[in-house]
Nanobody, 128 residues
Framework: QLHLVESGGGLVQPGGSLRLSCAAS????????IGWFRQAPGKERREGVL?????????NYADSVKGRFTISRDNAKNTVYLQMNSLKPEDTAVYYC????????????????????WGQGTQVTVSS
């Protein structure tokens, strides 16, 4: 049974950094793309942020994070990371990861998790 656990969120000042982790159990992440999504306060939909495919190539789905966020994977640890730098208040959201079949628009917008399941998310709050 797939289980994804996001961690690493917290309260950070504008301009600060955080690294989120997405740890998986029940599946081997090597076989899947992994997407990071976020849901801002008051928003109904989850926004695709970044996706990393099986061979480590990444696709950005949020113009607002270009040059600030990067995604990486450590298959040995069955974990995917989201490095967030130069954080802004508008980055405040609950961040989720999902296993995907690919990093195409069809997979990311709207999100189509491979197993139809999400982790509990991790809260990121950017505020002074």
């Amino acid at each position: 049974q797939l289980h994804l656990v996001e961690s690493g969120g917290g309260l950070v000042q504008p301009g600060g950094s955080l690294r989120l982790s997405c740890a998986a159990s029940g599946i081997t992440l090597d076989y899947y793309a992994i997407g990071w999504f976020r849901q801002a306060p008051g928003k109904e939909r989850r926004e695709g942020v970044l996706c990393i495919n099986k061979v480590g190539g990444s696709t950005n789905y949020a113009d607002s994070v270009k040059g600030r966020f990067t995604i990486s994977r450590d298959n040995a640890k069955n974990t995917v990371y989201l490095q967030m730098n130069s954080l802004k208040p508008e980055d405040t959201a609950v961040y989720y990861c999902a296993a995907l079949y690919g990093c195409t628009v069809a997979d990311m917008s709207p999100p189509r998790p491979a197993f139809g399941s999400w982790g509990q998310g991790t809260q990121v709050t950017v505020s002074s």
